[in-house]
């Protein structure tokens, strides 16, 4: 069965340090990817998506994922956090077939230290 | 300005009552789909419809009902046969399946 992993609950950064959050998937094709980010009470904000080609993709906010096809793995990385990015992250594969669903992680909570 | 909105913001249901909520999203898409979303579990999937007059249930409709009348609406009611219905509710709307969803900003139902 299809999944989404994503193995920190919560994580705690400095503000001006690197991020990386982490996403692992299991299916059984060319994965649909994406990335997205909730603030509390809000509704969810797409950061990037990969479909094919480059394997690193560029989003909004400064963030970037890479897909690693050998590690199952779409990590987002962001080289310098800013106290804004304070918020839940989500990463997701849609599933097979193209009626459009997607499968979510569980989120991982981002706080960010001044 | 182009987007989705759901409301009212936050419902409160009494017990043995059907409640519904409103998304509504002018962005022209075809599919539409409706997620329930509680502390520490994600996002899980309730009704998705990709085109008009048709839907689909998807991994937790049992206690749900759609109806998907109109291209640019979604209304999912939680019936009283949905037992635990207290939950943060989005909407979301794609041009197409495996297009990006775009999201409203939340339903927030809870039990008096």
């Known amino acids: 069965a299809q999944s989404v992993t994503q193995p920190d609950i919560h994580i705690t950064v400095s503000e001006g340090a690197s991020l990386e959050l982490r996403c692992n998937y299991s299916?059984?094709?060319?994965?649909?990817l994406f990335w997205y980010v909730q603030s509390p009470g809000q509704g969810l904000q797409l950061l990037l998506k990969?479909?094919?080609?480059?394997?690193l993709v560029q989003g909004i906010k400064g963030f970037e994922a890479e897909f690693k096809r050998s590690q199952s793995s779409f990590n987002l990385r962001k080289p310098s956090v800013h106290w804004s990015d304070a918020a839940e992250y989500f990463c997701?594969?849609?599933?097979?077939?193209?009626?459009?669903?997607?499968?979510f992680g569980q989120g991982t909570t981002l706080q960010v230290k001044p | 300005d182009g987007g989705i909105t759901q409301s009212p913001k936050y419902l409160f249901r009494k017990e043995g009552q059907n409640v519904t909520l409103s998304c509504e999203q002018n962005?022209?898409?075809?599919?539409m789909y409706w997620y329930r979303q509680d502390p520490g579990q994600g996002l899980r999937l309730i009704y998705y419809?990709?085109?008009?007059?048709?839907?689909q249930k998807g991994d937790i409709a049992e206690g749900y009902s759609v109806s998907r009348e109109k291209k640019e609406s979604f209304p999912l009611t939680v019936t009283s046969a949905q037992k635990n219905p207290t939950a943060f509710y989005l909407c979301?709307?794609?041009?197409?399946?495996?297009?990006?969803?775009?999201f409203g900003d939340g339903t927030r139902l809870s039990i008096l």
């Open positions: 979301a709307s794609s041009l197409s399946g495996n297009q990006p969803q775009h």
């Open positions: 299916y059984g094709a060319t994965p649909y």
């Open positions: 990969y479909f094919s080609g480059d394997t």
């Open positions: 997701a594969v849609g599933a097979q077939g193209n009626t459009g669903k997607l499968i």
């Open positions: 962005l022209n898409h075809d599919a």
């Open positions: 419809s990709q085109i008009v007059n048709d839907f």
